[in-house]
Each structure stands twice: as C-alpha cells, then as structure tokens.
C-alpha cells in the first residue's frame, strides 16, 4: 500500500512563507506524477502544482510564482515551498502521486494564513 504523509502546516501570517513535505512510501525517482491539491474552507478541491518527471511543473494561475513544488529523490520527498502567503491560501493542502494508474493521496495539512 502506498503511503503519503504530509507535514509543516501551520498559522502563518500573511507575507509569510511556509514550506509543506510530503513523505512516500515509494520511490519518488520511479514516479512521474505527483503533485499537490488544496481544498479551502467551503470549496472545492483545486489543484496547486503538478510535477512530471523531468518535464516542467504545472502551476495553478493563482499560485504561479509564488509557489514552488520540488523533489528529494534521495529521501523521497515532495516538497511545496510557499512564499507570499495571503488569507486566500488558507486550505488543507494534499498531496498525491500515480502510479500504474492509481492514484494515492496523503490525509492532507491545515494551512492558515492570517494575522
């Protein structure tokens, strides 16, 4: 079974930056896609970043540049570097991956962002 473990949510106040890991269980080298999503209070579930293999991320409009999604092949981390934080970025951020078609998602880490 394949594991996502998410963690560095937190209270953060706005202009701030906050950096979200994303552990697996697998080799993060062997996955081509894994990615984060983010559901705000009261909303749908919205896509943050995508990362593919060597082929550059995919950010949503409203994080593009702000926001930057990384791997440690070598400890087989997802990162999600997040600068510039506003209220609007307040959410449960998840991360994912695919493999062999599956999709497997983490329990997700609270994000606030207010003063």
């Known amino acids: 079974q394949v594991q996502l473990v998410e963690s560095g949510g937190g209270l953060v106040q706005p202009g701030g930056s906050l950096r979200l890991s994303c552990a697996v269980s697998?080799?993060?080298?062997?996955?081509?896609?894994m990615g984060w999503y983010r559901q705000p209070p009261g909303k749908q579930k919205e896509m943050v970043a995508i990362?593919?293999?060597?082929?550059?991320?995919i950010y949503a409009s409203s994080v593009k540049g702000r926001f930057t999604a990384s791997r440690d092949n070598a400890k087989n981390l997802l990162y999600l570097q997040m600068d510039s934080l506003t209220p609007e970025d307040t959410a449960v951020y998840s991360c994912?991956?695919?493999?062999?078609?599956?999709?497997?998602w983490g329990q997700g880490t609270q994000v606030t962002v207010s003063s």
């Open positions: 994912y991956c695919v493999i062999s078609g599956a999709s497997y």
């Open positions: 697998e080799s993060v080298s062997s996955i081509y896609q």
């Open positions: 990362t593919r293999g060597s082929l550059s991320t």
